[in-house]
C-alpha cells in the first residue's frame, strides 16, 4: 500500500545538474523525517541526504546537493548541481527510519532511479 516513486535520473555530463523527485503515497510521510540514498555497483547503499525539521547532508554532496519536500504534493526532491562522475549512482527515495537518519535503516523505499554523470 505504501508507495515511493522516483524520477528524474538520466545521463548528464559532469558539472551537469538534475532534479529527483520522490512521489509518496503515504500522507503522515510529509510530517517524518525522510531521506536519499544511493548505491553505485559493487559498493554499499550509502546516505546523501534527510530532512524532517532541518536538512542533513553526507560531506561529499554538501555545497552541490539540496533536499526538499513539497507537503502540499507529497514529494519529495533532491537537487543535484555540479555532478561529478562518481555521483554515478541508482537513487533511492526513503520514509519512516528505523534509526537514525544517516543510516540504511529505512521501512520504505522506492524502486531507485538512475543517474549517470559521463567525464
Known amino acids: 500500500q505504501v508507495q515511493l516513486v522516483e524520477s528524474g535520473g538520466g545521463l548528464v555530463q559532469a558539472g551537469g545538474s538534475l532534479r529527483l523527485s520522490c512521489a509518496f503515497s503515504?500522507?503522515?510521510?510529509?510530517?517524518?523525517?525522510m531521506g536519499w540514498f544511493r548505491q553505485a555497483p559493487g559498493k554499499e547503499r550509502e546516505f546523501v541526504a534527510a530532512?524532517?525539521?532541518?536538512?542533513y547532508y553526507a560531506d561529499f554532496v554538501k555545497g552541490r546537493f539540496t533536499i526538499s519536500r513539497d507537503v502540499a504534493n507529497n514529494t519529495l526532491s533532491l537537487q543535484m548541481n555540479s555532478l561529478q562522475p562518481e555521483d554515478t549512482a541508482v537513487y533511492y527515495c526513503?520514509?519512516?527510519?528505523?534509526?537514525?537518519?544517516?543510516?540504511?535503516?529505512?521501512?520504505?523505499w522506492g524502486q531507485g532511479t538512475q543517474v549517470t554523470v559521463s567525464s
Open positions: 526513503a520514509a519512516e527510519p528505523r534509526g537514525r537518519l544517516l543510516v540504511n535503516e529505512y521501512n520504505y
Open positions: 503515504e500522507r503522515t510521510f510529509s510530517s517524518k523525517p
Open positions: 530532512i524532517m525539521w532541518s536538512t
